[in-house]
């Protein structure tokens, strides 16, 4: 029983990883915005299945988001009464994050590798404002998978943590439009007389958090070998339900972007990921804090 039950979480792990991404690929609707960002800071690293010492040094962050909105057309009876394009409340953003950090001991004996790929795809509804308002709100939830290695360049025997987990995730993001400096004058004067201006100088600010809920992740056992999991096929609770409480881990992004030409969005951010697990006796967390820099289009 214990073994079917083994079995049953990795096969319903699978599926999920299969349609997520098969999802990802199969977006038809149109694209909002998308972005491209690059970052470096500081990384601490705790997992007591290598080293019951704590880690600190220095990653680097590369992050894309694409968000899809979809588009209804409305009616109009003033103007020339050609339908107007609206965006429509319901969006999806995709999100691609990869982590490569080297960290140290206190003592500068030991250090440890890190890299991890997380998947993010997610469902939002605008519940404050409009979309094409100045300030609104989006709620819903998305679906984190990730994938990475921890390696101990000390350690003779297990010097290496797989880290496999998925995760559902509720998720807010807020965005505030406004503009940062006016841009060249066109020439022209809208109906109300007031003159016309480009797009240079329109800026955003925006605000994600993402809060753990449930999931499923990998991991030895406390004394347990990778060895024994694979040679011997000797599995002991090594893919686990998890929940907040289990799981705690938190992500959020604060980015400002500025479209400096008609052509050109930049970009400047901080990101804020805190992944943490308690599981089969065995303590991990990877908390990174990154200043992040990108370009971007569709603001």
Not at 126 to 141: C, D, N, R, Y
Not at 160 to 176: E, F
Not at 209 to 215: A, Q, R, T
Request: net charge positive; aromatic share 10%; charged share 15%.
């Amino acid at each position: 029983m214990k073994r079917k039950n083994e079995n049953n979480h990795k096969a319903w792990m699978a599926r999920a990883v299969l349609a997520l991404i098969t999802y990802h690929f199969s977006l038809i609707t149109s694209l909002a915005q998308s972005f491209v960002q690059i970052g470096s800071g500081t990384t601490d690293i705790l997992d007591t299945y290598l080293s019951q010492e704590k880690f600190t040094g220095t990653g680097s962050t590369v992050l894309t988001l694409s968000e899809h909105r979809g588009i209804k057309m409305i009616e109009t009876q003033d103007g020339d009464g050609q339908p107007v394009m609206m965006p429509r409340l319901w969006s999806t953003i995709v999100q691609n994050q990869v982590h490569l950090s080297l960290t140290e001991d206190r003592d500068a004996n030991k250090s440890m590798m890190e890299g991890t790929y997380n998947l993010y795809v997610g469902r939002y509804r605008t519940l404050i404002g409009a979309p094409s308002e100045k300030f609104h709100v989006q709620g819903g939830g998305l679906v984190n998978a990730g994938f990475g290695f921890l390696y101990n360049t000390r350690n003779g025997n297990n010097p290496v943590q797989a880290r496999i987990g998925l995760q559902l995730m509720p998720s807010a993001v807020g965005t505030w439009c406004f503009r940062l400096f006016r841009g060249k004058s066109l020439g022209g004067c809208s109906l109300s007389r007031t003159r016309i201006f480009s797009d240079t100088g329109k800026a955003s600010l925006r605000y994600e958090l993402d809060v753990p809920l449930v999931g499923l992740a990998f991991s030895p056992n406390y004394g347990q070998s990778y060895y024994e999991i694979f040679a011997k096929d000797n599995y002991d609770h090594n893919v686990v339900p998890t929940t907040f409480v289990s799981a705690p881990t938190f992500r959020q992004q604060l980015t400002l972007s500025c479209r400096v030409s008609h052509r050109l969005i930049l970009q400047l951010g901080y990101l804020g990921d805190y992944q943490q697990l308690q599981v089969n006796n065995l303590k991990q967390h990877v908390y990174a804090h990154r200043l992040m820099i990108g370009v971007a289009k569709g603001l």
